[in-house]
């Protein structure tokens, strides 16, 4: 008997194993979307008083973040619930929709087939609380206007025309979002003049973000009727927002104000005979140095402009935390250059040195550029200048030698208001070769003699390489690679491409760039390279 159950025990065991089931290999994959059969109400019903919606699919479906993905348009600040039921979604809202008024639901790719998720296509509704469809339609394209790429996923709204429209605090009435070719297209709107404007919400707020959100608008209300026109809006951040002292760093050696956002330029009045030595980091903070003699607290008058051209006055307290050792700890001394360190430079060259600290003083007698073992030329016989807060240094030279370029500065030949002396420092760049450099030519057709304009060369990344202002350009000593090519009509003539601003209907200066990416060779020209204005910009 007991032999028995062992045999059959070991059998149980054999062909269990035997019978374990394996999930089904190969086949093709299912890539068919979940069709809508039907939908409560049906699409473009008229006279809907309901605040329920159903919605029957094919198969079953899933729900994919909603309440994110799903566009309602006109805006209804009616907060939902959603049930999934199989094959179906039901739409729960708190209240009955606005009367009188055609409402799109855009559902993107929220609802997806349970097996593989394929998303529904195209899945919208159109419905009208009232007697008819409204028929009105706004659409378009949206790109940057500095990379001239299109822009995905941005928040293009209508707004209704009001003087005291404030797109920081009031969402759009109507609303879309692009497509990853950067297209848009609002529909079943309301026929009447709206603002067009475009923000990138990040956050998906729908309020506009000045301080990193880019945004794009048309200077006049559009057109919703039949006849809409296709529109191009251009992006760029344009930070609006007061400028303001962000915050204050007293030191023992230093105090530093930093404000909100950067400036472009700053004014800096002492309101007694005292005054201190400083300087501009990172363009949006200033630094002040405790060198005596001066009072325990000193006042100053700073006048900052904005790179949208606003002008904020301050009045800045500066007191310094007092010294608690018996020796100061300073920062040390340092220096850094452009072209950075070991960065070939051409023999005809401009070098700028950017100190840590305003220069007390400097011997141009001991500081030597050297260009062979022979030839050793000191600052002192060379053009240079100082900028006001003498912290940068920029020089025009002129090198014979063939192979490097080196820079010689001595220890104690620069002295920082802080009486430190900068270390010994040896920096060496070599020569530029002609023949490993590509050179490009050009020139801006349909150009305006009485206008100005900057064309610039960048990278891949988009980071300029190189500019030159004027209706030509000549760019030599360009390092083997592929580039593109942009033209700035300078319209205020400050020799930089400036920003737009809505409050004042002002748009970002207009950016051309030639079409297609330049591969540039090594000792290789290419010359009549030309950008083509379009006559809207003359």
């Not at 094919?58 to 959603?82: H, M």
């Not at 023949?435 to 801006?444: A, H, Q, V």
Request: net charge neutral; aromatic share 10%; proline share 5%.
């Amino acid at each position: 008997m007991y032999k028995t159950i062992a045999v059959a025990i070991i059998c149980l065991l054999f062909f269990g194993r035997c019978a374990q089931q394996i999930a089904p290999t190969g086949g093709k994959k299912d890539t068919i979307s979940p069709e809508l059969i039907q939908s409560i109400p049906l699409n473009k019903t008229l006279n809907f008083k309901d605040n329920k919606i159903e919605l029957f699919f094919n198969e079953y479906v899933v729900v994919d973040n909603i309440t994110q993905k799903l566009i309602i348009t006109p805006e209804a600040d009616n907060p939902y619930t959603y049930k999934l039921n199989g094959t179906s979604v039901v739409l729960n809202f708190k209240k009955q929709f606005e009367d009188s008024t055609t409402y799109t639901l855009s559902f993107g790719d929220a609802i997806k087939d349970f097996a593989e998720r394929n998303p529904a296509k195209n899945l919208k509704m159109v419905f009208s609380t009232g007697s008819s469809l409204d028929s009105g339609r706004v659409y378009g394209t949206l790109r940057d206007v500095q990379t001239n790429k299109p822009i995905f996923d941005a928040l293009v709204g209508l707004y209704n025309i009001s003087d005291t429209l404030n797109v920081a605090k009031q969402k759009p009435y109507y609303f879309s979002r692009t497509d990853s070719s950067g297209t848009f297209s609002i529909e079943n709107v309301q026929i009447k003049p709206y603002r067009l404007i475009a923000i990138d919400d990040k956050n998906r707020n729908m309020l506009y973000n000045a301080k990193d959100e880019r945004i794009g608008f048309l200077d006049k209300p559009v057109n919703t009727g039949a006849d809409s026109v296709h529109y191009q809006l251009l992006m760029a951040l344009s930070d609006n927002t007061p400028l303001k002292v962000q915050r204050t760093i007293p030191k023992v050696n230093n105090y530093t104000v930093v404000f909100s956002k950067a400036i472009d330029q700053l004014k800096v009045n002492f309101n007694s005979t005292d005054s201190l030595p400083y300087l501009i980091e990172n363009g949006a903070q200033i630094k002040f140095f405790n060198v005596e003699p001066h009072a325990d607290t000193t006042f100053v008058k700073l006048t900052a402009i904005d790179s949208l051209g606003a002008t904020t006055d301050f009045e800045q307290k500066i007191a310094f935390l007092p010294a608690r050792g018996k020796q100061r700890q300073k920062d040390p001394f340092a220096v850094s250059t452009k072209p950075d360190q070991n960065k070939a430079i051409a023999s005809a060259f401009s070098y700028r040195f950017t100190f840590n600290k305003p220069v007390q003083k400097i011997d141009e007698s001991k500081i030597e550029l050297l260009t062979d073992s022979l030839t050793h030329e000191t600052l002192k016989n060379l053009t240079y200048n100082w900028n006001p807060t003498k912290t940068e240094l920029s020089v025009t030279a002129q090198s014979a030698s063939k192979d490097t370029i080196k820079w010689e500065i001595p220890h104690g030949s620069v002295i920082s208001v802080e009486g430190d002396t900068l270390e010994r420092t040896l920096l060496k760049h070599p020569v530029i070769k002609d023949e490993d450099y590509g050179i490009l030519r050009g020139s801006i057709i349909n150009a305006d003699t009485a206008q100005q304009y900057i064309v610039e060369l960048l990278d891949e990344q988009y980071k300029v390489v190189d500019f030159h202002v004027g209706n030509s350009y000549s760019f030599i000593h360009i390092p083997q690679g592929k580039y593109f090519l942009r033209a700035i009509v300078d319209l205020n003539k400050n020799r930089r491409w400036d920003t737009g601003q809505l409050d004042s209907l002002k748009q970002p200066e207009p950016i051309i760039f030639l079409p297609e990416k330049l591969l540039i060779k090594s000792n290789f020209e290419l010359n009549d390279i030309h950008i083509t204005l379009p006559k809207s910009n003359l």
